[in-house]
């Protein structure tokens, strides 16, 4: 399985936000918020009108979790800030984790890859392993990832040489001159001494500078993610 197999995998398994007893202006405002996300906002009034305002989500016809609506409204407001810093432990949360996000631009790519980044510093051991997708990305993240690699996290950077690598201390570089490396942009942290920082980001290019793809606190995606990128990219350049 690829990286692009795997997003392709989340993609297919949409979602189902159904809003209850709640006004249409209710109903648009959360279709609006998750106009980036692969789910599909629906609503339904129960016979009693109770217990009032709140939302399912459902995935393959089975509902996974419940939540009142102004709880959801300030989960959405928590989420939005793309804080990597503490797994969220609200259950609507949790399942919203590997849900495909959809056209997101350079800026929320790299603000979502710098919540990861900052995750591993804080926790100063592991494994981080980022695609760049070109050498000339790279180059300018590089003091970021250098940084990082002075704590005891053993980081690995990918990118596909569009020009000659810059010198660099203490990550190592993984040239490849594959499709997968230049279409895709991740960040996968293995959590290191911290389980519960395990955390990833993987998106491919599909349009240009429009990313589709997910995030993820679940280890073994991490871990896979990891594994085939060590597996298909090596040997490691010097």
């Not at 509902?63 to 609200?90: H, I, K, M, S």
């Not at 053993?154 to 040239?175: I, K, R, S």
């Not at 793809?213 to 010097?238: K, Q």
Request: hydrophobic share 35%.
């Amino acid at each position: 399985m690829s990286l692009s197999e795997l997003i392709g995998g989340v993609e297919d398994h949409e979602k189902t936000l159904t809003v209850f007893n709640a006004e249409a202006s209710v109903v648009d405002e959360f279709r609006a918020a998750f106009a980036d996300r692969n789910i599909e906002v629906t609503s339904e009034r129960t016979a009693s009108g109770r217990p009032g305002e709140f939302v399912t989500l459902s995935e393959d016809g089975d509902v996974v979790t419940a939540t009142g609506l102004e709880e959801l409204r300030a989960l959405l407001a928590e989420e939005a800030t793309l804080d990597f810093e503490e797994r969220p432990y609200q259950p609507l949360l949790d399942h919203l984790d590997e849900t495909m996000f959809t056209s997101w631009d350079t800026e929320r790519m790299v603000a979502a890859s710098r919540e990861i980044e900052d995750r591993a510093f804080r926790v100063g051991t592991g494994r981080l392993h980022a695609g760049f997708q070109y050498v000339s990305t790279l180059r300018n993240e590089l003091p970021i990832y250098e940084r990082l690699a002075s704590t005891d996290v053993d980081v690995h950077a990918y990118a596909v040489p569009d020009e000659d690598p810059p010198e660099h201390d203490g990550v190592t570089l993984h040239l490849e001159r594959a499709r997968e490396i230049e279409n895709s942009w991740f960040v996968a942290f293995d959590g290191g001494d911290d389980e519960w920082a395990t955390c990833a980001l993987l998106a491919e290019e599909r349009e240009p500078r429009k990313f589709y793809g997910f995030w993820t606190y679940d280890r073994s995606t991490v871990d896979w993610i990891i594994e085939h990128l060590d597996t298909t990219y090596g040997p490691l350049t010097p």
